[in-house]
T-cell receptor
Framework: GNSVTQMEGPVTLSEEAFLTINCTYT??????LFWYVQYPGEGLQLLLK?????DKGSNKGFEATYRKETTSFHLEKGSVQVSDSAVYFC???????????FGKGTRLSVIA | DVKVTQSSRYLVKRTGEKVFLECVQD?????MFWYRQDPGLGLRLIYF???????EKGDIPEGYSVSREKKERFSLILESASTNQTSMYLC?????????FGQGTRLTVV
């Protein structure tokens, strides 16, 4: 079926460390892929997206590349900050009347 | 500026009450979704609608129903609230490659 699998957390990193949060998907066709972020006490925000194979989404120093051959959309950041502490959700959306499907979320804590 | 608005940020209801959660979008989108978010479980789809008066069950529809009488409004109904329905509820409205979310309603059932 259609699903999204992301690495389980929590992930704890020191400031300026390199971050990778893995995300893989199964889907028919060519879905759009997203990373959403939820900061403590706030709603869900779109962090970045990619709509076709080999696209790279980027925002706030985060990047993710749509890899069709490995059905992956891993989130990376070269140097995390304490303010990046949040829960990150990977999601996919097929075209047409289909729902947005989320991974279970990964909690990131960055310590100074 | 696109907007998805949920009527309440916080609600406290008693067990057995009938609860209505309202979601309104001003983007003239066909698709609207209701999710609940729980720690360690991510966002789980309750119901979605792809047109007025149309509804589809998501992954966890039990204990819920929905209403889509107008295109801009998608209501989630808890027929008889129970404590295991205490959660954060999120409404979303995607179109094409964009998905827009409301701020969420944190419902506590006591």
């Amino acid at each position: 079926g259609n699903s999204v699998t992301q690495m389980e957390g929590p992930v704890t990193l020191s400031e300026e460390a390199f971050l990778t949060i893995n995300c893989t998907y199964t889907a028919t066709g060519y879905p759009s892929l997203f990373w959403y972020v939820q900061y403590p006490g706030e709603g869900l925000q779109l962090l970045l997206k990619a709509t076709k194979a080999d696209d790279k989404g980027s925002n706030k120093g985060f990047e993710a590349t749509y890899r069709k051959e490995t059905t992956s959309f891993h989130l990376e950041k070269g140097s995390v900050q304490v303010s990046d502490s949040a829960v990150y959700f990977c999601a996919r959306l097929n075209s047409g009347n289909t729902p947005l499907v989320f991974g279970k979320g990964t909690r990131l804590s960055v310590i100074a | 500026d696109v907007k998805v608005t949920q009527s309440s940020r916080y609600l406290v209801k008693r067990t057995g009450e009938k609860v209505f959660l309202e979601c309104v979008q001003d983007m003239d989108h066909e698709n609207m979704f209701w999710y609940r978010q729980d720690p360690g479980l991510g966002l789980r789809l309750i119901y979605f609608s792809y047109d007025v008066k149309m509804k589809e069950k998501g992954d966890i529809p039990e204990g819920y129903s929905v209403s889509r009488e107008k295109k801009e409004r998608f209501s989630l109904i808890l027929e008889s609230a129970s404590t295991n329905q205490t959660s954060m509820y999120l409404c979303a409205s995607p179109r094409g490659t964009e998905a827009f979310f409301g701020q969420g309603t944190r419902l506590t059932v006591v």
